[in-house]
Nanobody, 124 residues
Framework: QVRLVESGGGLVQPGGSLRLSCAAS????????MGWFRQASGNAREFVATIDWNGSTTRYAEGVRGRFTISKDDELDTVDLQMNSLKPEDTAVYYCAGTEGLSTATQELEYVYWGRGTQVTVSS
């Protein structure tokens, strides 16, 4: 059984940084495309970032490009999201997700496995 568990969320001031981590069990994340999504209160879940199976290709939503970085640690079997220059509009529950393919993926329907999410709140 595949399980994804997010960690690293919390409260941060505008302009600050947070690093989210997604730990995978049941199958190695290094063999599959992985991604991060987020859902703000009252809004639909939206794509944030994705990385392919070997970490050679990444893609980002327009609103986070240049501020967020997705990466993989194959030894630890984690997928991380480094978030810098955070803004209040980044406040959301952040979800880790996994595909069953090798490539990056930006659509929810491409993902099979989901974590339960971690809350990120950006506020002064």
């Amino acid at each position: 059984q595949v399980r994804l568990v997010e960690s690293g969320g919390g409260l941060v001031q505008p302009g600050g940084s947070l690093r989210l981590s997604c730990a995978a069990s049941g199958r190695p994340s290094s063999y599959y495309g992985m991604g991060w999504f987020r859902q703000a209160s009252g809004n639909a879940r939206e794509f944030v970032a994705t990385i392919d199976w070997n970490g050679s290709t990444t893609r980002y939503a327009e609103g986070v490009r240049g501020r967020f970085t997705i990466s993989k640690d194959d030894e630890l079997d984690t997928v991380d999201l480094q978030m810098n220059s955070l803004k209040p509009e980044d406040t959301a529950v952040y979800y880790c997700a996994g595909t069953e393919g090798l490539s990056t993926a930006t659509q929810e329907l491409e993902y099979v496995y989901w974590g339960r999410g971690t809350q990120v709140t950006v506020s002064s």
